[in-house]
């Protein structure tokens, strides 16, 4: 669409810039400026230049902590992403079973993500919760709050539960924006399933895929609520992952210069990646 | 077509384990606490509804229905307010600083609100807005805006620009033109916004419990004080969990067909 040259198009413009610098602009400011000192008290600050960050980075609780929420987005990505696309291709097309569907998948969306987090909680608890008890009975020795790979492989279950619908809806729809034609073409080619998947289908999704893994990404990169009500970061903190670090850092124990210079290359981190993913993405679409 | 047959049982299958937490916690939200505990049943046997009756008659447990849906439903129409001349303004002019600005607004999206737990309590306790529902609302703009602004311009880049210019042809002015004409056309895009928005709102807690304290509390901070000195209420737990999700629920069935033809105009 060519688009019109026009300044005053900044006064639409300006009640989201209003509103995102005061709830944006002006705390990150604030996050900046703890980030360079050391503060007693009020009116008790000292310039430290860049201290914090130095200590940050060399903090061997936080490296872990970062490691591990690196390992954790990655499972995510690669289970959500082939397992959501799978879905999609096997979701019916029309008709109320497709809405039916389409508003089933959508339900663990809805869920806060504490309820997400009680709900696992219950179900994977040996004595009260289906899953656990199951588990159990069929001569697994299964316990969340005891075992580290329990707790890793919960935490990445309930991820999954969550989060595939997403990825599962985006691709649906974008499934559905393929023009009937290019089926019919591939009937006449006699293509295979495979081949109608792999040089129709995909291709088409690309675009909704870039969307799907950038919002897994984000969102499993910022998990906080529903690891820290199903396993509170443990055992030990074996899936204590970032945002619970730095909540600690900020709220538990105020230790408010530090959790600012952490915060910022947290933030860095995730618009680093974001666009690296980005990047790669829009790239490969060119080379063709 | 030979797959259907295969891809309506995976379909059925996969399903049918998506439903099956859900299930737990509702089939536990009727059971009394000494079946819970006791042994392990498929559905209750001992049917009750004491634990919907401790939520719906102590004010300390249902006000965090009604927090909630509060700061929800502010947050939603301050979200559309400021999104829909903003999308429009991004999807049809070209203006000084538009890429960038637009940028930086989708970077708040990736901003984790544990960065802002710290610096959002501070800037509204100055402001006096502490434990209300505007604050958590206005915080949750910080998400919202962003994504609200990205899926509206998806659904207006798809209205020929000729409507336009023939409302102004027509003698339209600007403030006319969007409301009756402009608005109505894009209904399903709003749907869709509105949708994700409410969603985020409603299933975000870090900085909904961080920024309130007692009048404004939502239900997510108000469930945990289920766990009492002689344990989880796990009946009562469970009842509240069910209570929580049949908002969405509704919102969802109010808008499933926009969803099913505006999904793939817009982005998510």
């Given amino acids: 669409m060519n688009k019109v040259p026009n300044n005053k198009a900044w006064w639409l413009v300006l009640p989201v810039f209003i509103l995102v610098a005061f709830s944006a602009l002006i705390p990150l400011m604030t996050v900046v400026n703890y980030s360079v000192q050391d503060i007693f008290g009020p009116g008790n600050a000292y310039y430290v230049g860049l201290e914090w960050f130095e200590s940050v980075l060399a903090d061997e609780r936080l490296q872990d902590s970062l490691l591990r929420q690196f390992i954790f987005s990655g499972a995510v990505l690669m289970i959500q992403i082939p397992l959501g696309i799978g879905i999609a291709l096997m979701m019916p097309t029309t008709g109320k079973r497709a809405s039916l569907c389409l508003i089933l998948l959508a339900i663990p969306l809805l869920i806060p993500w504490n309820v997400v987090g009680t709900i696992w909680q219950i179900f994977g608890r040996g004595d009260i919760g289906l899953f656990g008890w199951g588990l159990n009975e069929l001569g697994f020795d299964y316990n969340y709050t005891a075992n580290t790979g329990d707790a890793w492989a919960t935490v990445l279950l309930m991820d999954v539960w969550h989060w595939t619908p997403l990825v599962a809806l985006l691709c649906y729809s974008g499934l559905r924006a393929i023009p009937e034609a290019f089926y019919q073409a591939a009937e006449i080619d006699r293509a295979s399933k495979w081949a109608i998947f792999r040089y129709i289908q995909l291709p088409r999704l690309k675009s909704v895929l870039v969307i799907a893994v950038l919002l897994r990404f984000m969102d499993s990169f910022m998990i906080y609520t529903e690891p820290f009500v199903l396993t509170g970061g443990g055992p030990g903190s074996s899936t204590t992952f970032l945002s619970q670090t730095l909540t600690t850092m900020a709220i538990g124990q105020f230790d408010i210069g530090r959790a600012a210079a952490f915060s910022l290359i947290y933030f860095l981190i995730v618009l680093l990646v974001s666009w690296l993913f980005f990047t790669a993405i829009t790239h490969l679409d060119k080379q063709k | ?268």
């Fill in chain 2, 1 to 268: 077509m030979k797959m259907s047959k295969r891809k309506g049982f995976g379909i059925t299958a996969y399903i049918i384990l998506l439903m099956l937490p859900i299930y737990w916690l509702l089939n536990m939200s009727f059971k009394t606490n000494q079946e819970i505990l006791g042994t392990l049943t498929l559905f209750p046997h001992d049917f009750t509804l004491a634990n919907y009756a401790t939520i719906f008659t102590d004010p300390s447990w249902y006000s965090g229905y009604i927090n909630s849906m509060i700061y929800v439903s502010i947050n939603v129409v301050i979200t559309l307010l400021v999104a829909l001349p903003a999308a429009y303004a991004f999807s049809r002019y070209k203006f000084v600083g538009d890429k960038h600005l637009f940028f930086w607004l989708l970077s708040n999206r990736m901003a984790p609100p544990a960065v802002f737990l710290l610096p959002f309590f501070q800037l509204y306790s100055s402001v006096g807005l502490f434990d209300t529902h505007i604050a958590v609302a206005l915080a949750h703009c910080l998400f919202n805006v962003p994504l609200a602004v990205w899926i509206l311009e998806g659904f207006i880049s798809g209205v020929p620009k000729e409507y336009d210019e023939m409302a102004y042809i027509d003698g339209y002015s600007f403030p006319k033109f969007f409301v009756k004409i402009f608005i109505p056309m894009i209904r399903s895009g709003i749907g869709v916004a509105a949708f994700f928005a409410f969603m985020f709102s409603w299933v975000e807690l870090l900085l909904a419990r961080t920024l309130t304290s007692v009048d404004a509390q939502p239900i997510g901070a108000i469930m945990t004080r289920t766990m009492g000195a002689s344990g989880i209420d796990w009946g009562v737990l469970a009842a509240a969990g069910v209570l929580t999700i049949l908002p969405g629920l509704l919102v969802v069935w109010f808008v499933r067909n926009h969803i099913a033809t505006g999904f793939a105009l817009g982005r998510v």
